[in-house]
């Protein structure tokens, strides 16, 4: 039996014996970092507040930040809200995968309060990643799962960056290797007439106007009234200044490339996010590649233009939020 002696989080191999414990440790209320195919989740019975409340306080999240409940299958998340027309085709054409809905709660959603911060809406997603998927099944029941980080800092994409950034809060860990995606789900909300995405991700507008020509693009200037609480909050962070310019190379900056070239020169350290200039590519390698640096201890990163287009929107976004996260905004100054 797994046991919990330990100061520091033990990462478990997905073994069939392995995820029934800590199928057995969920229903009790435990935490489990789980890979996704987007980022790791910290994962705990959404159904529990005890469990929900040990995932704010080991991430240290704010609490009017709700959670996305993840399921098994579409039908499964029919049990707590309610799917319309749009829903229904979304969740069709995208899942399993990284696809997370906005939907209105039915009047005996499982899920409890905490986790949704009190609102009447609830995020739901049906991972893809086999792991999560199993999990999922083996449990019966929504699992909500937070990006398995410590708020504010970068969302992990390996057993072993979830370990740096909880491996004292939390104790168990299931690696999966790194994830397919690299960054989070495309959060679409679908509880009002008009869909409109409240977080981009590699679900890009494109990929889901073909399914539903209404979806509303991602308006970061709307961030003032965020419909997805969490994206008002500081994020995304890696611990060393970022910027979205590359000239006057600083002492010990690290130049985060993209494309074939040619690059700036005169950078310490040069890691290229897609050589191709492929933006699935690039988001993949996104979090692994700040991580590195991060973890390097370089002085600063500089970072290359991307374009703001396909998966790139996402990308954008994420880096955008860093450059502002570790530089906060002087108003005025
Ligand atoms: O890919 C992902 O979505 C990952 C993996 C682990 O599934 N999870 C993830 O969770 O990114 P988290 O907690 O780091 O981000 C969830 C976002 C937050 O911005 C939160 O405010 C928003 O979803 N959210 C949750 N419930 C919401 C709701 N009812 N309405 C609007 N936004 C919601
Ligand atoms: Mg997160």
Redesign the pocket.
Known sequence: MLTDTMHQAQILLPTPDNLSQLQQLLLQGELVAMP?E????LAGDATNPAAVAKIYSAKKRPPR????A?YASLEAAAVDVEFNDIAYRLAKAFWPG?L?L?LPQKPDCRVCDLA?AG?D???V?V?AHPIAHQLLTLCERPLV???ANLSGQL?PVSAHQVLQSLGERISWIVDGGGCEKGI??T?V?VSTDVPVI??PGSITLTMLRAVVDTVQDFNPTDMHFP?????LYRHYAPACRLRLTTDNPQTGEALLAFGEGPLPQGFDIVLNLSSEGDLEEAAAHLFAYLYQLEQAGVSGIAVMPIPDVDVGVAINERLRKAAESVIPAKAGI
């Open positions: 996704t987007t980022v790791y989740g930040n709700p959670l996305i993840h990284p997370t906005v949704t609102l809406t609830l995020a997603r991972p799962a937070p990006s969302s989070e789900s959060i909300d409240l977080r419909k997805a609480p969490g994206m």
